[in-house]
């Protein structure tokens, strides 16, 4: 039977201080692949955490070979925050001031650096140093689908990508990051491989995101061999998201966003079908949003930038030129 391990990671902060923040080791008793799998990276991207809960199950009960790497909460100062990172304030958002204190970004982490540096170096000298193959799990706003963040590297890191089994795959080039700062890039820049997964929300826990995750980094570590069976993609899974095949419809007229009930991010959608509608602020009248192509629903919703930041970016009121939706035709 595999063997499962609690451990903490203790970071020493400024004020002399420490941090434990605990993971997860299960191994397998056999050669074979370092999965890391790591959540909440940021304090207000929550739904990783139960995702890896309920893999490390699955690893407890079935690991073949290798040993997976489990860490829920990685950036534990933030989640008990409540926020994105560490310094943010109420509806505050991320700016260049807070880029040092993005944990994100500041990997492999500095023993001597600011607090979250410090977090970083704990975490990549106890974890992130040992692993072959990471899988980075984030949530973006509540208007856009889930994706897998892959990178094409004719490699690990392109197969991690291919068997992820999310609707929507956003590829990016294996250009070397130099110097790296995310994790994934760390892990990628000696030689190992990686990808990112973003799901659909900030804040909260959606049951169909935490299935969606845990299909997704379970499809991996089949496809390393390390579970048995195979990757299991649903149908209509890795489509590819390019600024080719994705068509954004915007708000024509000024008022308030109605969503059609029956539609929800993912969703086919066809030509002419429609979306919503707007009641205009001018006169009352009631303006239809419909589809211009045939597509998969990649963003769906009025919204204005960082909307998991403020409520006031969430509201229905529409002006032209706001994407009211985004369909991905390929």
């Not at 040992?130 to 004719?154: E, M, P, Q, R, Y």
């Not at 959608?269 to 597509?295: F, M, N």
């Amino acid at each position: 039977m595999p063997e499962v391990e609690r451990h903490h990671a203790i970071a020493t902060f400024r004020d002399g201080s420490e941090l434990a923040t605990p993971w997860w080791r299960v191994r397998s008793g056999a050669d074979g692949p370092d999965l890391l799998v790591l959540a909440a990276q940021h304090g207000n991207e929550v739904q990783g955490a139960e995702v890896i809960r309920r893999f490390m199950g699955e690893c407890a009960e079935g690991l073949l070979c290798g040993t997976a790497w489990l860490v829920p909460f990685a950036n534990l100062p933030a989640i008990r925050h409540r926020r994105n990172s560490i310094l943010l304030g109420p509806e505050e958002k991320g700016t260049d001031r807070h880029r040092a204190h993005n944990i994100n970004g500041q990997w492999p982490g500095d023993p001597e650096g600011n607090d979250v540096q410090r977090l970083a170096h704990a975490l990549h000298e106890e974890i992130v140093r040992h692993a072959s193959h990471v899988i980075d799990l984030h949530c973006w706003n509540k208007f856009w689908a889930t994706a897998t963040l892959a990178t094409d590297d004719g490699g690990e890191s392109r197969r991690m990508g291919e068997v992820a089994g999310t609707r929507f795959t956003w590829w990016r080039p294996a250009a070397a990051v130099d110097p790296p700062a995310q994790v994934r890039d760390v892990v990628m820049a000696r030689g190992g491989a990686g990808m990112a997964v973003e799901f659909a929300g900030q804040y909260v826990m959606v049951e169909r995101e935490v299935q969606t995750g845990l299909r997704t980094v379970t499809n991996v570590a089949k496809m390393l061999g390390m579970l048995p069976g195979e990757p299991e993609l649903p149908p209509d899974t890795g489509i590819a998201v390019t600024d080719d095949t994705t068509v954004v419809v915007e708000a024509q007229c000024s008022g308030l966003f109605v969503q059609a009930p029956d539609l929800q991010l993912e969703d086919r959608v066809e030509a002419e079908q429609s979306l919503g509608h707007i009641i205009r602020d001018d006169g009352l009248a009631t303006e239809e949003i419909v589809a211009p192509v045939g597509g998969w629903l990649w963003r769906f919703g009025s919204h204005r930038p960082d909307p998991d930041v403020s409520l006031a970016d969430q509201h229905p009121y529409s002006q032209p030129g706001d994407p009211m939706a985004s369909i991905v035709t390929g």
